[in-house]
């Protein structure tokens, strides 16, 4: 099944798109991580996209479509997979559609105000990528790693200028793809409020 994940920063989307491409063995394909992982060792894109992501903008759509599209090509993704960040605008979605099939597009719902604070909340060990979260998932002692006592930041695009922003353009560039998956008969909404356990099994309840 190859799937689309929609929502604002911090709906959920990375969580549950881990879980469910673990449980169905297909590849959860961040664009964000993707991103991140160029940005960490230095390489052009990931140079061009440091500056843009950290003011919470998004990557030009050329860049975009180049890397997934590419990604899409290995061994592991033709049983499946789970795009999660990505298509993010309409022109994204119409240059996916030209190289690959979309089963679903699921949209997670959630408020903006539940969304500021899940996401001023997260912190993160930058070293091995775990994620905690101030209210929700504390560390055991606060503001270290729990498995190496290491301090966690809380990464620029997190902080509440940059999440407004990126509220901002979610809303203005990337909303419109629920209409675009909702006139093909491809959207399936999910209710991102409660807790992880009960949005994963109402995910898994919607693609059966």
Same mark, same amino acid.
């Given at each position: 099944m190859n799937l689309v994940f929609l929502g604002p920063p911090g709906a959920g989307k990375g969580t549950m798109a881990s879980r469910l491409a673990e449980e169905m063995g297909i590849p959860h394909i961040s664009t964000g991580d993707m991103f991140r992982a160029a940005m960490a060792r230095g390489t052009e894109l990931g140079l061009k996209a440091k500056a843009i992501m950290e003011a919470g903008?998004?990557?030009?759509?050329?860049?975009?479509?180049?890397?997934?599209?590419?990604?899409?090509?290995?061994?592991?993704?033709?049983?499946? @997979?789970?795009?999660? /960040?990505?298509?993010? &605008? +309409?022109?994204?979605?119409?240059?996916?559609?030209?190289?690959?099939?979309?089963?679903?597009?699921?949209?997670?719902?959630?408020?903006?105000?539940?969304?500021?604070?899940r996401l001023s909340g997260r912190r993160v060990h930058k070293p091995s990528g775990r994620i905690y979260h101030v209210d929700f998932s504390p560390p055991k002692e606060p503001g270290k790693d729990d498995a190496t006592g290491e301090p966690l930041i809380q990464r620029d695009d997190?902080?509440?200028?940059?999440?407004?922003?990126?509220?901002?353009?979610?809303?203005?560039?990337?909303?419109?793809?629920?209409?675009? @998956?909702?006139?093909? /008969?491809?959207?399936? &909404? +999910?209710?991102?409020?409660?807790r992880p356990d009960a949005v994963y099994e109402a995910l898994k309840k919607a693609l059966e």
């Open positions: 903008d998004l990557v030009p759509d050329e860049l975009t479509i180049a890397m997934v599209r590419e990604r899409l090509d290995e061994p592991d993704a033709r049983n499946g @997979y789970i795009l999660d /960040g990505f298509p993010r &605008t +309409i022109p994204q979605a119409e240059a996916l559609d030209g190289f690959a099939t979309i089963d679903r597009a699921v949209r997670f719902e959630l408020a903006e105000d539940q969304l500021v604070r997190d902080k509440e200028d940059a999440i407004r922003n990126r509220l901002k353009v979610y809303h203005e560039q990337t909303a419109p793809l629920v209409s675009y @998956y909702e006139k093909k /008969g491809m959207l399936t &909404t +999910i209710d991102a409020s409660p």
